[in-house]
């Protein structure tokens, strides 16, 4: 909600040719309690005035000579590009209403002035400028919002990833084919990636165990697999992993971190 204070502080431009307009709608608003009133009647000075101070509203008249109110819209739109454009069109000709509310006016009023029409479309024009430009910051700070707690959830995830190589031989990340996508660490290596004769190696009951939980999508804590090496030893590998979905709820594959702990299981 808007507070009383913040409508008759709003910035106000009046552009009119005749001055006689111009102090009329001068002395109308500082009567209705308006604080910040500038006015000129060069149209031509509107444009470098608006990219200046961003007035809350322009009361244009649309009939002035070198440059109409018409053109003075046109130059404003390269200014509130995509934007709100603030401006209250004053005319004496009904046909230029509705072409004025089609080159971008908000509203109008008609000459001659019925004063409390005109007190009562500028005070609701105002109100609904003001809760855009509200509505604008928030969604600005919003989006800050959410820029910073993605920042920080990246550099969470980056921490939580380098603790997590430290306190592992490897680790690694795959697709919902089982295909490698992320890894650091010798996974090759420890895994056998690559090597003709490894499925003969591996401790087939034990395989077919790990094979069945990640089959069935099911998270691992410590699970110890074995195989034989060619100089004929065992050796003892320790794996965690966890399966990945994406905000669908959709299976993408699995993560984890594995340990060779056949030095530890010799020694026991």
């Keep these: 909600m808007l507070q009383a204070t913040e409508i008759l502080n709003a910035s106000i431009l009046i552009v009119d040719d005749q001055e006689a307009n111009v102090m009329l709608l001068e002395q109308v608003l500082r009567n209705a309690g308006y604080t910040r009133i500038t006015s000129t009647m060069d149209p031509q000075a509107v444009h470098a005035l608006h990219q200046q101070h961003r007035y809350d509203l322009i009361l244009l008249d649309l009939q002035m000579p070198e440059m109409d109110g018409f053109e003075v819209m046109e130059g404003l739109r390269d200014i509130e590009a995509g934007s709100y454009l603030p401006v209250l069109v004053i005319t004496a000709q009904p ?151 994406d905000n669908g709820s959709r299976f993408i594959g699995y993560r984890g971190i594995g340990l060779d702990v056949t030095e530890r299981l010799r020694g026991a």
């Design 95 to 245: 046909g230029h209403k509705l072409r004025a509310l089609q080159a971008g006016a908000k509203d109008f009023v008609s000459k001659p002035f019925d004063l409390v029409e005109v007190k009562t479309r500028i005070h609701n024009m105002l109100e609904v400028r003001l809760l855009y430009q509200k509505l604008a910051e928030y969604n600005k700070s919003l989006e800050q919002m959410v820029e910073e707690r993605t920042a920080e959830l990246r550099e969470s995830e980056a921490r939580f990833q380098r603790f997590t190589e430290l306190s592992s031989d490897w680790y690694w990340e795959q697709d919902a084919q089982g295909k490698l996508t992320r890894f650091s660490g010798p996974v090759a290596e420890m895994l056998g990636i690559g090597s003709e004769d490894e499925p003969q190696r591996w401790n087939a009951t034990e395989r077919a165990l790990l094979d069945a939980k990640i089959a069935a999508r099911e998270p691992f804590l410590d699970f110890i697999y074995s195989r034989a090496n060619l100089d004929g030893s065992t050796q003892y590998l320790q794996v965690s992993g966890e399966p990945m979905f």
